[in-house]
């Protein structure tokens, strides 16, 4: 197994021989507008692609979308992504997929396989209060097969009890963190702070972290410095990688 960080969440993850993308954003930077009621009123994306589009999308084989916010899935992704490759979501966002002409669309519930890969759909909670329940639903996953490690794609979570579940149940031995600290001018961060990075680091001591999710979006107010700087201070920074976009990220134990 291998990861390689887009931009953001999008992710090229090349697992049991197959190249799956995540959560797909490409539109060019500055293409939409920030955020509503958020700091840092700037057009999003705030950075471009790393790799032109249609280059990294070469020899992508299925798509695993964890919600279908304009951060994970965008216009541009519904265009340029080939309308027959099998697309993997929570049950909530299929009538859309289908609206946007993707034919080969399932939904996990619980659980599936596909190519000996089997992907198991996880909980989570997208801020607290009104605000967690207006963000919701979203959703991570697990990818398991013979041979790889087990990667936990955590999706746009707080640290929260349908994380530590995950953690408790699958027992992964890569975790991918959307960090971050997304904020909007009222209520609690929306996906994960270096405290709850931390928390899943000691949770999960064994496993390895990759930490996305940051210096993209206008709402996103925790830097890569600022987390790296917090999870020395912890004593785990040892424990999580920060790639840049494009970085790829390998040589995994499983």
């Known amino acids: 197994m291998r990861l390689r960080l887009i931009r953001h969440a999008t992710l090229i993850v090349e697992y049991n021989g197959h190249k799956v993308i995540v959560d797909p954003m490409l539109d060019e930077a500055g293409a939409r507008p920030a955020i509503e009621n958020s700091p840092n009123p700037r057009k ?78 996880t909980g989570g909670r997208h801020g607290t209060g009104e605000i967690g329940r207006k963000m919701a639903p979203v959703s991570g996953f697990i990818l398991r097969a013979e041979g790889e490690p087990t990667l936990y794609i955590a999706g746009d979570s707080i640290w929260c009890s349908e994380v530590q579940k995950a953690l408790r149940d699958h027992k992964p031995h890569v975790i991918v963190v959307n960090a971050g600290a997304a904020q909007f001018l009222e209520g609690d961060p929306i996906t994960m702070t270096a405290d709850d990075v931390i928390n899943v680091c000691q949770s999960a001591p064994e496993a390895q972290m990759v930490a996305v999710h940051m210096e993209a979006i206008n709402h996103c107010l925790l830097t890569r410095a600022d987390l790296a700087f917090q999870l020395e201070a912890a004593r785990v920074s040892n424990q999580v990688t920060i790639p840049e976009d494009g970085d790829w990220v390998e040589q995994f134990v499983s």
């Open 44 to 121: 999003n994306p705030l950075v471009p692609l790393p790799i032109p589009a249609q280059e990294l999308l070469q020899n992508v084989e299925a798509l695993l979308v964890t919600h279908t916010h304009s951060d994970h899935w965008d216009a541009n992704a519904a265009k340029l992504l080939p309308k027959q490759l099998p697309l993997f979501g929570q049950p909530e966002d299929e009538q859309k997929f289908r609206a946007a002409g993707f034919a080969a669309v399932s939904s996990i519930q619980d659980s599936l396989v596909w190519n000996g890969i089997k992907i198991t759909r």
